[in-house]
């Protein structure tokens, strides 16, 4: 069972543009949802994250905007630049995750092109 | 200011042998937790440490795995009798917890790549 369900699976997007990436949650005792990047060899890095009190939470060019009641999520990144082209993922966890670790999404490849 | 270590970075096995990976966390950093990623998929939870203690495990960790954290600092894992379905990245991370909403930040290593031949 998918408990995080994150789309497009790979997004290009023109320099300057902004990227969308969605995800969707079945857990209604998820509490904390952060955004990672991850580069080719790398582990994933934190970007941003959300609690469900908050509908939207800005840092810089990155913008989580939550809907708690269609238990989805999403990541807005403003004026995209090529250094952006990485995978990221949304994820989910209980309480910061002592439960059962991260749930994460599969993924969105993203490309920005120059 | 250094960041969760994983060594080696890259370990190629032959099926049936044993493997160990290390993981350094952020030094004030009380939480420890196991992921294995394999390619194009999102990482998933293997296990965590509160300190020397092992509090979860997940269903993906079969018998073959074994984890410690003997003085509460660095993890091990451990893979017996390496399997060709056991190639992946393993990545390790670490949080402080309990405390503020800043405690639920989990904070990745490099991670380890995994070949088994």
């Known amino acids: 069972q998918q408990q995080v369900k994150q789309s497009p699976q790979s997004l290009i997007v023109q320099k300057g543009g902004i990227s969308i990436i969605n995800c969707a949650y079945e857990n209604t005792a998820f509490d904390y949802f952060p955004w990672y990047q991850q580069f080719p060899g790398k582990g994933p890095a934190l970007l941003i994250a959300?609690?469900?009190?908050?509908s939207e939470k800005k840092e810089g060019r990155f913008t989580i905007s939550f809907n708690k009641s269609a238990k989805q999520f999403s990541l807005h990144i403003m004026d995209s630049q090529p250094g952006d082209s990485a995978t990221y993922f949304c994820a989910a966890s209980i309480s910061g995750g002592g439960a059962d670790g991260l749930t994460f999404g599969k993924g969105t490849h993203l490309i920005i092109q120059p | 200011d250094t960041g969760v270590s994983q060594n080696p970075r890259h370990k190629i096995t032959k099926r049936g042998q044993n493997v160990t990976f290390r993981c350094d966390p952020i030094?004030?950093?009380?939480?420890l937790y196991w992921y294995r990623q394999t390619l194009g998929q999102g990482p998933e939870f293997l296990t965590y440490f509160q300190n020397e203690a092992q509090l979860e495990k997940s269903r993906l960790l079969s018998d073959r795995f074994s984890a410690e954290r003997p003085k509460g600092s660095f993890s091990t894992l451990e893979i017996q009798r390496t399997e060709q379905g056991d190639s992946a990245m393993y990545l390790c991370a670490s949080s402080l917890f309990p405390g503020q909403y800043s405690s639920y930040e989990q904070y990745f290593g490099p991670g380890t790549r995994l070949t088994v031949t």
């Open positions: 030094s004030e950093h009380n939480r």
């Open positions: 959300i609690r469900p009190d908050v």
